[in-house]
């Protein structure tokens, strides 16, 4: 049974720390030992694990993409957000987090990031585990 965490982006470009609700995810589920997968069905969008505990952390990951990657340029794709389509396909668009004893294998530092790079919108990631 596939379940989804369904998040709420307020601006274009936004990290989400999704850590406890994916944790919430694992202990309904009654996983004690295994994978957790997840992935984001969206192609504006990805996710990423990295460091959780300094927010300017994720401030410096998202300037540095929008310094690669600015939000205008002489793109072919209309839509007007080529940059997010091109986000998405850098940072990708799933993660695995080993389960161990009904808990993610997190380092101390990391979390697990939901990232918009064309919101704001409604979106959501899939979760299953194997
Ligand atoms: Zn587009």
Request: net charge negative; glycine share 6%.
């Amino acid at each position: 049974m596939v379940r989804y965490i369904n998040v709420k982006s307020k601006s274009r470009i936004e990290f989400i720390d999704i850590t406890e609700t994916v944790q919430e995810v694992v202990k309904e589920a009654g996983v004690m030992k295994g994978i957790c997968y997840l992935y984001v069905p969206h192609t504006t969008a990805g996710i990423t694990i990295n460091e959780g505990a300094d927010p300017s952390v994720q401030r410096d990951i998202q300037n540095a993409l929008s310094r690669l990657i600015p939000h205008e340029m002489n793109y072919h794709h209309r839509e007007g957000n080529a940059d997010a389509h091109i986000k998405s396909t850098l940072v990708g668009t799933s993660v695995n987090v080993i389960v161990d004893e009904g808990r993610l294998l997190l380092g101390t530092w990391q979390a697990i990031f939901f990232c918009e790079f064309d919101g704001p919108r409604h979106r959501r990631i899939a979760v299953e585990f194997v």
